[in-house]
Protein backbone atom coordinates (compact mmCIF):
# COMPACT_ATOMS: atom_id res chain seq x y z
CA UNK A 1 0.00 0.00 0.00
CA UNK A 2 1.19 3.40 -0.75
CA UNK A 3 0.26 6.10 1.84
CA UNK A 4 0.74 9.88 1.82
CA UNK A 5 3.18 11.34 5.10
CA UNK A 6 4.76 14.35 5.84
CA UNK A 7 8.28 14.48 4.99
CA UNK A 8 10.38 14.53 8.20
CA UNK A 9 14.21 14.29 8.78
CA UNK A 10 14.99 10.73 8.47
CA UNK A 11 13.94 10.54 4.64
CA UNK A 12 15.12 13.90 3.40
CA UNK A 13 18.66 12.35 2.56
CA UNK A 14 17.07 9.54 0.24
CA UNK A 15 14.83 12.21 -1.21
CA UNK A 16 17.92 14.70 -2.01
CA UNK A 17 19.60 11.73 -3.46
CA UNK A 18 16.62 10.77 -5.98
CA UNK A 19 16.02 14.63 -6.60
CA UNK A 20 19.80 14.47 -7.48
CA UNK A 21 18.88 11.82 -9.85
CA UNK A 22 16.14 13.25 -11.84
CA UNK A 23 16.08 16.83 -11.27
CA UNK A 24 18.17 19.10 -13.40
CA UNK A 25 17.80 21.75 -10.89
CA UNK A 26 18.11 19.67 -7.23
CA UNK A 27 17.48 20.64 -4.16
CA UNK A 28 20.14 19.78 -1.99
CA UNK A 29 19.20 18.26 1.97
CA UNK A 30 19.96 21.86 3.46
CA UNK A 31 17.17 23.32 0.95
CA UNK A 32 14.88 20.50 2.18
CA UNK A 33 15.79 21.19 5.99
CA UNK A 34 15.20 25.30 5.36
CA UNK A 35 11.88 24.64 4.26
CA UNK A 36 11.04 22.54 6.69
CA UNK A 37 12.10 25.09 9.46
CA UNK A 38 10.27 27.23 7.45
CA UNK A 39 6.73 25.57 8.45
CA UNK A 40 6.47 24.45 4.46
CA UNK A 41 4.03 21.96 2.99
CA UNK A 42 6.87 19.39 2.83
CA UNK A 43 5.01 15.34 2.10
CA UNK A 44 6.05 11.64 0.90
CA UNK A 45 4.52 8.67 -0.42
CA UNK A 46 5.90 6.17 0.61
CA UNK A 47 5.35 2.16 -0.16
CA UNK A 48 4.90 -0.65 2.66
CA UNK A 49 6.78 0.78 6.03
CA UNK A 50 8.75 3.76 4.44
CA UNK A 51 10.19 2.66 0.91
CA UNK A 52 10.27 5.74 -0.86
CA UNK A 53 7.85 6.72 -3.55
CA UNK A 54 7.69 10.31 -4.14
CA UNK A 55 7.61 13.68 -2.35
CA UNK A 56 6.73 17.17 -2.83
CA UNK A 57 7.33 20.81 -1.63
CA UNK A 58 5.44 23.68 -1.78
CA UNK A 59 4.91 26.66 0.11
CA UNK A 60 1.92 28.90 0.70
CA UNK A 61 1.94 32.88 0.67
CA UNK A 62 -1.22 34.46 1.00
CA UNK A 63 -3.59 33.19 -1.29
CA UNK A 64 -1.14 31.55 -3.24
CA UNK A 65 0.62 27.88 -2.92
CA UNK A 66 3.49 27.63 -5.24
CA UNK A 67 4.45 23.83 -6.05
CA UNK A 68 8.69 24.10 -5.34
CA UNK A 69 9.25 20.17 -6.49
CA UNK A 70 8.06 17.12 -6.90
CA UNK A 71 9.73 14.25 -8.03
CA UNK A 72 8.31 10.28 -8.34
CA UNK A 73 11.14 6.99 -8.40
CA UNK A 74 11.21 5.72 -11.94
CA UNK A 75 9.99 2.14 -10.33
CA UNK A 76 6.89 4.22 -8.69
CA UNK A 77 5.75 6.08 -12.10
CA UNK A 78 2.81 5.80 -13.64
CA UNK A 79 0.48 4.22 -11.05
CA UNK A 80 -0.79 8.05 -9.73
CA UNK A 81 1.67 8.53 -7.38
CA UNK A 82 2.70 11.84 -8.90
CA UNK A 83 -0.91 12.50 -9.15
CA UNK A 84 -2.03 12.04 -5.58
CA UNK A 85 0.98 14.37 -4.27
CA UNK A 86 -0.58 17.18 -6.31
CA UNK A 87 -3.83 16.31 -5.62
CA UNK A 88 -3.23 16.55 -1.43
CA UNK A 89 -1.72 20.07 -2.39
CA UNK A 90 -4.91 20.91 -4.07
CA UNK A 91 -6.90 19.27 -1.27
CA UNK A 92 -5.09 21.78 1.14
CA UNK A 93 -7.92 24.75 -0.45
CA UNK A 94 -11.13 23.01 0.49
CA UNK A 95 -13.07 25.81 1.83
CA UNK A 96 -11.11 27.90 0.24
CA UNK A 97 -11.94 29.63 -2.85
CA UNK A 98 -9.65 32.43 -3.47
CA UNK A 99 -6.54 30.13 -3.21
CA UNK A 100 -4.83 29.32 -6.12
CA UNK A 101 -1.51 26.85 -7.42
CA UNK A 102 1.19 28.33 -9.29
CA UNK A 103 4.20 26.35 -10.47
CA UNK A 104 7.09 26.77 -13.55
CA UNK A 105 7.74 23.62 -15.65
CA UNK A 106 10.28 22.77 -17.99
CA UNK A 107 8.76 23.50 -21.90
CA UNK A 108 10.20 20.10 -22.69
CA UNK A 109 9.13 17.70 -19.40
CA UNK A 110 5.92 16.35 -21.62
CA UNK A 111 5.16 14.16 -18.55
CA UNK A 112 4.85 16.89 -15.71
CA UNK A 113 3.08 19.11 -17.95
CA UNK A 114 0.10 16.10 -19.04
CA UNK A 115 -0.17 15.58 -15.39
CA UNK A 116 -0.73 18.68 -14.20
CA UNK A 117 -3.46 19.15 -16.94
CA UNK A 118 -4.93 16.39 -16.19
CA UNK A 119 -5.40 17.84 -12.43
CA UNK A 120 -7.06 21.17 -14.19
CA UNK A 121 -3.80 23.40 -14.47
CA UNK A 122 -3.79 25.41 -17.04
CA UNK A 123 -1.07 27.32 -18.80
CA UNK A 124 -0.95 31.33 -18.23
CA UNK A 125 2.54 32.31 -19.51
CA UNK A 126 5.91 31.63 -20.35
CA UNK A 127 8.81 32.60 -18.46
CA UNK A 128 11.63 32.98 -20.96
CA UNK A 129 15.28 31.02 -20.34
CA UNK A 130 14.21 30.45 -16.79
CA UNK A 131 15.87 27.56 -16.63
CA UNK A 132 19.55 28.07 -17.45
CA UNK A 133 20.75 24.24 -16.82
CA UNK A 134 18.79 21.27 -18.61
CA UNK A 135 19.24 18.69 -21.21
CA UNK A 136 18.88 21.44 -24.40
CA UNK A 137 20.52 24.18 -22.19
CA UNK A 138 18.51 27.17 -21.18
CA UNK A 139 14.88 26.89 -21.19
CA UNK A 140 11.83 28.56 -21.00
CA UNK A 141 9.33 27.46 -18.13
CA UNK A 142 5.58 27.55 -18.49
CA UNK A 143 3.92 29.22 -15.96
CA UNK A 144 0.92 26.52 -14.69
CA UNK A 145 -2.24 28.00 -12.41
CA UNK A 146 -4.89 25.83 -11.07
CA UNK A 147 -7.55 28.10 -9.48
CA UNK A 148 -11.85 28.10 -9.62
CA UNK A 149 -12.48 30.07 -12.20
CA UNK A 150 -9.55 29.09 -14.76
CA UNK A 151 -9.32 25.87 -16.61
CA UNK A 152 -12.10 23.48 -14.97
CA UNK A 153 -10.79 24.79 -11.46
CA UNK A 154 -12.14 21.46 -9.95
CA UNK A 155 -10.61 18.38 -8.27
CA UNK A 156 -11.97 15.40 -10.24
CA UNK A 157 -10.63 12.87 -7.67
CA UNK A 158 -12.33 9.82 -10.24
CA UNK A 159 -9.03 10.69 -12.00
CA UNK A 160 -6.55 10.02 -9.51
CA UNK A 161 -6.06 6.43 -8.36
CA UNK A 162 -3.05 4.25 -7.21
CA UNK A 163 -2.08 0.85 -8.88
C1 LIG B 1 6.42 14.00 -13.69
C2 LIG B 1 6.34 12.90 -12.66
C3 LIG B 1 6.30 13.52 -11.27
C4 LIG B 1 5.04 12.09 -12.89
O1 LIG B 1 4.84 11.20 -11.80
P1 LIG B 1 3.94 9.87 -11.95
O2 LIG B 1 3.73 9.33 -10.59
O3 LIG B 1 4.54 8.97 -12.96
O4 LIG B 1 2.60 10.49 -12.52
P2 LIG B 1 1.14 9.80 -12.56
O5 LIG B 1 1.27 8.32 -12.54
O6 LIG B 1 0.33 10.42 -11.49
O7 LIG B 1 0.64 10.26 -14.00
C5 LIG B 1 -0.58 10.97 -14.19
C6 LIG B 1 -0.74 11.31 -15.64
O8 LIG B 1 0.29 12.21 -16.06
C7 LIG B 1 0.65 11.91 -17.43
N1 LIG B 1 2.01 11.36 -17.50
C8 LIG B 1 2.80 10.95 -16.48
N2 LIG B 1 3.98 10.53 -16.95
C9 LIG B 1 3.94 10.69 -18.30
C10 LIG B 1 4.88 10.44 -19.34
N3 LIG B 1 6.10 9.93 -19.09
N4 LIG B 1 4.51 10.76 -20.60
C11 LIG B 1 3.30 11.28 -20.88
N5 LIG B 1 2.35 11.52 -19.92
C12 LIG B 1 2.68 11.23 -18.66
C13 LIG B 1 -0.34 10.85 -17.88
O9 LIG B 1 -1.50 11.51 -18.35
C14 LIG B 1 -0.62 10.14 -16.59
O10 LIG B 1 -1.81 9.40 -16.60
P3 LIG B 1 -1.80 7.89 -17.20
O11 LIG B 1 -0.67 7.16 -16.53
O12 LIG B 1 -3.16 7.36 -16.81
O13 LIG B 1 -1.61 8.02 -18.67
C15 LIG B 1 7.54 11.90 -12.78
O14 LIG B 1 7.66 11.50 -14.13
C16 LIG B 1 8.87 12.49 -12.32
O15 LIG B 1 9.24 12.38 -11.15
N6 LIG B 1 9.62 13.11 -13.27
C17 LIG B 1 10.93 13.71 -12.95
C18 LIG B 1 10.81 14.92 -12.04
C19 LIG B 1 9.87 15.96 -12.63
O16 LIG B 1 9.79 16.17 -13.83
N7 LIG B 1 9.15 16.63 -11.71
C20 LIG B 1 8.21 17.68 -12.07
C21 LIG B 1 8.90 19.00 -12.06
S1 LIG B 1 7.80 20.31 -12.55
Redesign the pocket.
Known amino acids: MIRLLPMDRSLVDEVAALEQE??HSPWSVDMFLEEMRLGGWLKVMVSGERTLA?YAVARSLFDEWH?L????VPE?????????LVASLLQERVGKPEQRVV????SS????R??YQ?LGFVSVGVRRGYYRLGPVGPEDALVMIHSEGVGNGKLDMEK?FLA
Open positions: ISGLTLGVFRRRGVGSALEVRNVAAALRI
